[in-house]
Each structure stands twice: as structure tokens, then as C-alpha cells.
């Protein structure tokens, strides 16, 4: 805006300068990125960030498998006669259930990923987080209350008599505690998934 035009349109000439300052600065602003971009790259990312969440929760409820897997195979096998048989205490044949539990559960969650990636069908909207948060955290207390449960027995069998059915008692329990960590940490992600879903 010229002078003659600002004095005749009643404006002061330190508005003529903000308005022209203003004007520059948009400028720039589209010279710099084009319009959009900012939206676009927070698309994105949030795109990037919801598949690594994605990544992490399917690599911890693989080890959740493997571990679930290894700790009721362990316990299962644990038979050397006499007292020395898995079955013949409550507590390791809970241990044995919730192993079979805990590897039926992933083994489901690592299928609905498979067919995630090859394009199929999953549950829409809310629903998939949910039955990921709830499953996570509902099997992760399952392990640790079986681990609660099998830890007393075994340590007082092994004040008396350390062996092969103690010790493998023990490995089996612990690869119990791993797979409960694994989906601890897994509900944790499939919280915060749940709590940042949006509908973009």
C-alpha cells in the first residue's frame, strides 16, 4: 500500500509497515515448505511410530511364545518317578495350563498378525486394541500368579534335595516369569496404542 493510498484510507504508516512485515513473513514461510507438508509429515510419522508399536508388540509376543512354549514343554516333561513327577503337585500342573494358555494366546496373535501383513481382514476399530490390551494384560497375570504359585514349593524341595526334577522345576518357572514379562511389556505398548488411537 502506497502512502497516498494508506493516508487516504485513514491508516497510520506504522500499520503500512506491519502489514508489509506480515506479508514478507508469509512469504517466506511458503517459500520454505509448500502447504500442507506439515500436515503430511505428521501423518507420517505418526504412521512410522504406530508401526514400530506394531513391530515391538508382535516381537514380544513372539518371545512370549517361544518362552510359553519352553515352560510347560519343561514342566510337562518333568517326570523322573517316585515324588519326582510334575503331576503329582497343583502347582506345577497349574503351571503347565497357563503355559498352554499363554502359547495358544500368542500363537492366535502372531496368526492375526500374519494376516495383517498379507493384506487380510482385521478387526475394526477400537476392538483389535482392546483384545490386545485385555489378552496381554489378562495372560501376563495368569503367568505371574502360576510363577507366585510354583516358586514356594520348589524352594523348599530344594533345601532337602537338589536334583534334575528341582532343577528343571525351576528353569521351566523361570521361562514362566520371561514370558510374563514379554506381555507385560506388550500391554504396556498395546495401552499406549490404545490410548493414542485416533481416527485419521
Known amino acids: 500500500m502506497s502512502a ?21 513473513t508469509g512469504a517466506a514461510a511458503n517459500d520454505g515448505a509448500p502447504a ?15 508401526d514400530l508399536l506394531d513391530k515391538s508388540c508382535s516381537a514380544l509376543r513372539a518371545a512370549a511364545w517361544a518362552l510359553s512354549l519352553l515352560a510347560f514343554v519343561v514342566m510337562g516333561t518333568n517326570d523322573h518317578g517316585d515324588w519326582k513327577q510334575f503331576d503329582s503337585y497343583e502347582e506345577y500342573r497349574y ?4 503355559g498352554v494358555l499363554a ?13 495383517r501383513l498379507t493384506g487380510g481382514q482385521d478387526l475394526q476399530g477400537k476392538v483389535p486394541l482392546l483384545v490386545d490390551f485385555a489378552g496381554d494384560q489378562v495372560t501376563a ?60
Open 103 to 115: 502359547f495358544i494366546y500368542t500363537t492366535l496373535q502372531l496368526v492375526r498378525h500374519g494376516v
Open 4 to 24: 497516498p493510498d494508506a493516508a487516504a484510507s485513514g491508516a497510520t504508516p506504522g500499520d503500512v509497515e506491519k502489514g508489509a512485515a506480515a506479508a514478507d
Open 141 to 200: 497375570y495368569l503367568l505371574m500368579s502360576a510363577v507366585s504359585a510354583a516358586i514356594p514349593i520348589t524352594n523348599r524341595m530344594r533345601e532337602g534335595s537338589d536334583n534334575v526334577f528341582t532343577d528343571s522345576s525351576a528353569a521351566s518357572i523361570s521361562m514362566a516369569f520371561f514370558a510374563f514379562l514379554c506381555l507385560a511389556l506388550s500391554a504396556l505398548v498395546s495401552g499406549f496404542k490404545l490410548a493414542k488411537q485416533t481416527y485419521i
Open 95 to 98: 503351571v503347565v495350563a497357563v
Open 36 to 50: 500442507g507438508e506439515g500436515v503430511v509429515g505428521a501423518v507420517a510419522r505418526r504412521w512410522r511410530r504406530q
